[in-house]
């Protein structure tokens, strides 16, 4: 090359500029990391949430009392299903209607859950090269069409008798486009770009906790919003909010990735189809490693997918209540509230005592978690009246904190440049489960409702088991 001569397809003039803007997107990225420290997405997922919680219960309801009038029951007839009698005709309704209503909410947890992972796989690796926030806003633009679609179908529902089955059509945007896998993914690889090992489990503890402190206030609230408005209007307010949450992460946000190109947008979709992304993901669980890190993820992915898998018996607890102590929406509700608010109570408490005053590993940490399943499991399974399913959730506080302990985990052993491409992966994988939860504890519970509906939570037990076994 001769001397003074540049290889550069670019101007002195435009390489300035490009210089300038380079400059001005690290120091950005260095303004957002300092505020990162404190808040980021956990506002936008906390209303996700919410719209999420409101929503679900109240859509299984109204599934139920859909299913109930194609049936050919009487309106006056499928109302007794909304009051806590446990008259013969209720129970006679229920029997003949909580099949078809059973698999049509089968279908629509497949829907939500596996369709989203290929999309999930994709835009996960591809958020790494062109930023976290435009794939959550791709998956938001999804979970907001749905809601619409909802909000459309139980308005046009007050009108005439539908079919419960175009509900499940109504999530097929939602999957498409990754849906709350995508979201989530998203958000947990944001805070492993904008923290430190120091802060990290911190952070992602209080992302969980706001979580679920969107679908605590959620479930509270929505037997009270149904009641004095309606199913649409519900899911009105949850499309509302979830643009809300859009508009937050568009405006109140920045990117943890500094962009090192200027793709057009055509440029940028071709390349989340590029095969060189799925590469990318395969390439970390595959290549190997020194010692058995490659095995120990492999373990934590098996050891999540299993409590996944015992976790999808809650498609059919909501009706195991009203057969089995004739509740209503509104006592669901306040149970669903107090368990949600026990498991948040563990992490955010629980957590500290184990790990600072009894100087618990997080791999004791896990095991205590899902012994605590085991056994809430088997309580609910022998329980006689609605006040023992209490007295489980009450005794197995510290469920539900081995998500902390497997990230962290997992943070220990991979470098910083793997985690998001694992959270992705890890949770494409584990949103397959559905798959089998969802039809597996449906059968067992159709196949059990007029003896013994409440087996399926011993079949819950005994996966719990398993994951113990992998622990050991």
């Known amino acids: 090359m001769e001397e003074g001569r540049s290889d550069s397809v670019y101007s002195s003039g435009e390489e300035d500029l490009f210089a300038k803007q380079s400059l001005m997107r690290l120091r950005n990225a260095a303004r957002w990391r300092e505020q990162a420290q404190y808040i980021s997405f956990e506002p936008a997922l906390l209303v996700f949430c919410f719209a999420m919680s409101i929503s679900e219960v109240v859509l299984a309801n109204h599934i139920i009392l859909q299913t109930c009038l194609v049936e050919g029951f009487d309106r006056g007839d499928c109302q007794l299903l909304n009051t806590d009698s446990n008259s013969s005709q209720r129970a006679m309704i229920e029997t003949q209607v909580q099949p078809l209503a059973a698999n049509v909410t089968m279908v629509i947890v497949i829907i939500k859950s596996v369709v989203p992972v290929l999309s999930a796989l994709l835009l996960g690796a591809w958020s790494d090269r062109y930023g976290r926030k435009p794939a959550m806003l791709i998956a938001s633009a999804g979970v907001l069409c749905s809601f619409v679609l909802l909000t459309l179908l139980a308005f046009l529902s007050m009108q005439v008798t539908l079919t419960p089955w175009y509900y499940t059509a109504a999530y097929l945007p939602f999957s498409v486009l990754g849906g709350m896998t995508v979201i989530t993914a998203a958000a947990f690889s944001y805070l492993s770009d904008v923290t430190n090992e120091q802060t990290r489990t911190m952070r992602m503890g209080f992302m969980e906790a706001s979580m679920m402190a969107g679908a605590l206030l959620g479930f509270l609230a929505s037997s009270y919003i149904v009641e004095w408005l309606n199913v649409a209007a519900t899911f009105l307010i949850a499309s509302v909010l979830i643009l809300l949450a859009i508009v937050y992460i568009a405006r109140f946000t920045e990117d943890s990735i500094i962009l090192s190109n200027s793709n057009s947008a055509v440029e940028k979709l071709r390349d989340l189809l590029s095969c060189e992304r799925l590469r990318e993901l395969s390439g970390t669980f595959f290549m190997r490693r020194s010692g058995y890190v490659r ?164 079949v819950a037990a005994s996966v719990y088991g398993a994951a113990l076994l992998l622990m050991l």
């Open 295 to 458: 095995e120990i993820l492999w373990s934590i992915v098996l050891l999540t997918g299993l409590t996944e898998l015992a976790g999808g018996s809650g498609g059919v607890f909501y009706m195991f209540t009203r057969r089995k102590f004739g509740w209503d929406l509104k006592q669901f509700s306040y149970f669903q509230f107090t368990d949600v608010l026990i498991i948040i109570f563990g992490n955010v408490i629980g957590i500290p005592i184990l790990k600072q005053i009894l100087h618990c590993s997080d791999t004791t940490v896990a095991i205590v978690s899902i012994a605590s399943y085991i056994v809430d499991s088997l309580i609910m399974g022998f329980a006689s009246s609605g006040w023992m399913l209490y007295l489980a959730i009450s005794v197995t506080v510290l469920k539900g904190t081995d998500g902390a302990a497997l990230m962290t985990i997992c943070s220990t052993i991979l470098p910083a440049g793997d985690m998001a491409k694992f959270f992705t992966m890890a949770l494409s994988l584990t949103a397959v489960v559905p798959l089998v939860s969802a039809p597996l504890f449906t059968f067992v519970y159709n196949a059990t409702i007029e003896s013994l509906p409440e087996v399926f939570n011993f």
